[in-house]
T-cell receptor
C-alpha cells in the first residue's frame, strides 16, 4: 500500500531564511507523481510544486524547490527567502493513477 | 466556473440530522474527489467520480455516507443521521483526466452538535 510520511508536525523559520520540509513515501511502482500542497487558514489547498518520478531533475518553482531522491523514496521541499505569506500547513502527496495519498502535514510558522 | 466551488462554507447541524454538501467542479473536469480533513489531520479519501460513475467508493466510512454526481458536473455528498465524529472539513477537488494534480475547493466545515 502507498503511504506518505511527514515526520515534522511543526516547523518554524525566520523571515528571509531557508527551511526544508521532509517527506518520505512508500511504493512499489515506478511511474508516479509527487506534489507539495499548501493550505493556509483559508482552507484552500494550493498546489506548490510537482515532480514526475521519471524525471531526475529536481522541480523548481521560484523560491520553492524539491530534493527528489527516488531510490530513498524521499521528496523534501525547500523554501528559500521565506516570507510571512508562506506560513501554512504543507502537505506532501503521492499520485498513482487516479488516487492521491496525502501525508499528515507540516505546520510552518514564519517568524518576522 | 473558474474554480471549484463548495457550499455551504460552514454548516452546523444537530446530531441525528441529515446534511448535504455540494461541490461544483471546474467546467470540463471529468474527475471529482471528496476528502475529509479532521482537525489537525491529513486528508482522508472518501470517494472518486469519473463522469457520473464512482469507480472507487472505498473511503466512505459508513453506510450513512453517500454521494452522487449528475450531468458530469455537480456532486452532492450526503451524510445521514450525523454523529459528532463526522465533524470535519469536507474538501472537494476536480481534475482533468490524466492531468497531474487536483484543484481544490475551499471546503465545507461541518460541525455536529
Amino acid at each position: 500500500a502507498q503511504t506518505v510520511t511527514q515526520s515534522q508536525p511543526e516547523m518554524s523559520v525566520q523571515e528571509a531564511e531557508t527551511v526544508t520540509l521532509s517527506c518520505t513515501y512508500d511504493t512499489s511502482e515506478s511511474d508516479y507523481y509527487l506534489f507539495w500542497y499548501k493550505q493556509p487558514p483559508s482552507r484552500q489547498m494550493i498546489l506548490v510544486i510537482r515532480q514526475e518520478a521519471y524525471k531526475q531533475q529536481n522541480a523548481t518553482e521560484n523560491r520553492f524547490s524539491v530534493n527528489f531522491q527516488k531510490a530513498a523514496k524521499s521528496f523534501s521541499l525547500k523554501i528559500s527567502d521565506s516570507q510571512l505569506g508562506d506560513a501554512a500547513m504543507y502537505f506532501c502527496a503521492y499520485r498513482s493513477g487516479n488516487q492521491f495519498y496525502f501525508g499528515t502535514g507540516t505546520s510552518l510558522t514564519v517568524i518576522p | 466556473g473558474a474554480g471549484v466551488s463548495q457550499s455551504p462554507s460552514n454548516k452546523v447541524t444537530e446530531k441525528g440530522k441529515d446534511v448535504e454538501l455540494r461541490c461544483d467542479p471546474i467546467s470540463g473536469h471529468t474527475a471529482l474527489y471528496w476528502y475529509r480533513q479532521s482537525l489537525g489531520q491529513g486528508l482522508e479519501f472518501l470517494i472518486y467520480f469519473q463522469g457520473n460513475s464512482a469507480p472507487d467508493k472505498s473511503g466512505l466510512p459508513s453506510d450513512r455516507f453517500s454521494a452522487e454526481r449528475t450531468g458530469g458536473s455537480v456532486s452532492t455528498l450526503t451524510i445521514q443521521r450525523t454523529q459528532q465524529e463526522d465533524s470535519a472539513v469536507y474538501l472537494c477537488a476536480s481534475s482533468l483526466v490524466n492531468n497531474y494534480g487536483y484543484t481544490f475547493g475551499s471546503g465545507t466545515r461541518l460541525t455536529v452538535v
